[in-house]
């Protein structure tokens, strides 16, 4: 949903018509989160919605018969054939939230996970393979100072919007955009269950990052303490009045503890 908000806002800014969403029906990729809700639900009422698993013999023919001026994709978990790459008079342009090549995959926020100390977003023309196109605007910028999965979802929100506001113009005007060096390409692939469950012997600068990397859109940080695994909603870094060992108890709250770290106290905030 927050990819499509990026389109319909830049649809209705710029005064074009988005004519029809497709999306497959829930539980038919592995590519997102199966457990989420579905898309359809959140749209607006009055939007045309093709609900299809079959993007050849269901969903081109039904792009065909509408004449578009552009496809654009946002967390489309399936790769779109050629039979519908080839219908826009404009091209098939995807919105991707990493500075490609690097993190191409379902799991952008993985990059921040592992220690990128900037945020990006990239649109490109879509071609067989994801995330793979030739680039027609792109944003880089470093993480938010006050760092965590709300700001970045903001962060990425706003280069997004930039990005398809400039690479849409590029590809009207008949730009093919920049090809990707493969050499550069790395890949940003789901979070295992472990790379879920913080560890408090890290510092907690990193801590923070990865907290703030896994709760974007949800959260998804885990933290075992006192026998019990709690939600990690929050995590602010305090100072604490003394060394104590990693993972040691320095207070509990209603909503969490006061831990220590690798290096320092922080605030776990739980839900």
């Not at 004449?67 to 039979?83: G, K, N, T, W």
């Not at 690479?167 to 060096?181: C, L, S």
């Not at 790379?195 to 012997?201: A, G, K, V, Y």
Request: proline residues 9%; without cysteine.
């Amino acid at each position: 949903m927050p990819g499509y908000n990026v389109i319909a806002e830049w649809a209705e800014r710029r005064g074009h018509e988005i004519v029809l969403v497709v999306t497959p029906p829930v539980g038919t990729s592995d590519r997102y989160d199966k457990n989420a809700a579905p898309f359809v639900l959140q749209l607006p009422r009055e939007t045309s919605v093709l609900v299809t698993r079959d993007l050849r013999s269901v969903a081109a023919p039904v792009i065909a018969s509408l004449v578009p001026d552009l496809v654009i994709s946002a967390a489309f978990p399936r790769l779109i054939p050629a039979e519908i790459l080839g219908l826009p008079k404009y091209g098939a342009l995807n919105l991707h939230p990493s500075p490609l090549p690097v993190g191409r995959g379902p799991n952008p926020g993985r990059l921040i996970y592992e220690g990128a100390t900037t945020v990006g977003a990239t649109l490109h023309r879509t071609e067989a393979e994801f995330d793979t196109g030739a680039i027609l605007s792109q944003r880089e910028r470093p993480l938010p100072d006050d760092l965590d999965g709300p700001a970045l979802f903001a962060a990425w929100n706003e280069m997004l919007a930039e990005v398809l506001d400039e690479g849409v113009a590029r590809a009207v005007a008949g730009e093919r955009g920049t090809p990707q060096d493969p050499a550069k390409a790395t890949e940003a692939p789901f979070y295992t269950e472990a790379e879920r469950r913080i560890d408090l012997t890290e510092p907690a600068a990193t801590l923070r990052r990865k907290v703030a990397a896994l709760n974007v859109t949800s959260p998804q940080a885990r933290v075992l303490l006192d026998g019990t695994e709690a939600i990690v909603t929050g995590l602010r870094l305090i100072s604490s009045d003394g060394p104590a060992a990693p993972g040691t108890v320095l207070a509990h709250h209603d909503d969490g503890w006061t831990v220590q770290a690798g290096d320092q106290a922080i605030r776990l905030i739980t839900g």
